[in-house]
């Protein structure tokens, strides 16, 4: 079993940072891929990264964050962080993470994700 609770959302301004934080319950997380989707009003969830556990470690990012967006996982802190740069208001939405041992082609298929952290609300406006 593992719990996961999503923290560091808020508001920023275009082209600001923030960094969001997963922070997981359980002895056996670094087996388990983490995986971030997000959600913006009216739109369905969208896988936004993910990094590979048991050792793996490889990461993954969909198109529209790649390059703007870094997933750092800590497994001795049980933490995975979501650092996001150069924002837009695009990029609204509430952000979620995720645990599970999804097969790599359906690391971006959030119905491969066992766990859920509730979410945190990113919204980006001037």
């Known amino acids: 079993q593992v719990q996961l609770v999503e923290s560091g959302g808020g508001l920023v301004q275009p082209g600001g940072s923030l960094r969001l934080s997963c922070a997981a319950s359980g002895r056996t997380f670094s087996r388990y891929t983490v995986g971030w989707f997000r959600q913006a009003p009216g739109k369905e969830r969208e896988f936004v990264g993910a990094?590979?556990?048991?050792?793996?470690?490889?990461?993954h990012y969909a198109d529209s964050v790649k390059g703007r967006f870094t997933i750092v996982r800590d497994n001795a802190k049980n933490t995975v962080t979501l650092q996001m740069n150069t924002l837009n208001p695009e990029d609204t939405a509430l952000y979620y993470c995720a645990a599970g041992q999804p097969i790599l082609s359906a690391l971006r298929t959030e119905r491969a994700y066992t766990y859920w952290g509730q979410g945190t609300q990113v919204t980006v406006s001037s």
């Open positions: 990094v590979r556990g048991s050792g793996g470690n490889t990461y």
